[in-house]
Nanobody, 121 residues
């Protein structure tokens, strides 16, 4: 069965960095686009970034462009999100999710359990 397990969250000061990881299993990771989605306290789900598998092309939410970098290692079946210059408004539960095909904006069909990122001084 499909499993997505996030890790790497934590408490960080504003301006700090974190690297999230998502270990995938139960499907052919290299055949699908992957996404990061977040949910801030009391708010709805918010898409953060997508990455295709075939060419590695990625898209980002405007507010994280230049600060976050999505990447993937198909040999390790792992998705990453490098987050730099973190702001308090980045505080959220971060989920990785699997697309239903290898395309940006693909609907998502499986989600991990999430990893908490808290940005606070």
């Amino acid at each position: 069965q499909v499993q997505l397990v996030e890790s790497g969250g934590g408490l960080v000061q504003p301006g700090g960095s974190l690297r999230l990881s998502c270990a995938a299993s139960g499907f052919t990771f290299s055949s699908y686009a992957m996404s990061w989605v977040r949910q801030a306290p009391g708010k709805g789900l918010e898409w953060v970034s997508d990455i295709k598998s075939g060419d590695g092309v990625a898209y980002y939410k405007d507010s994280v462009k230049g600060r976050f970098t999505i990447s993937r290692d198909n040999a390790k079946n792992t998705l990453y999100l490098q987050m730099n210059s973190l702001k308090p408004e980045d505080t959220a539960l971060y989920y990785c999710a699997k697309g239903i095909w290898d395309g940006l904006g693909a609907p998502l069909d499986y989600w991990g359990q999430g990893t908490q990122v808290t940005v606070s001084s």
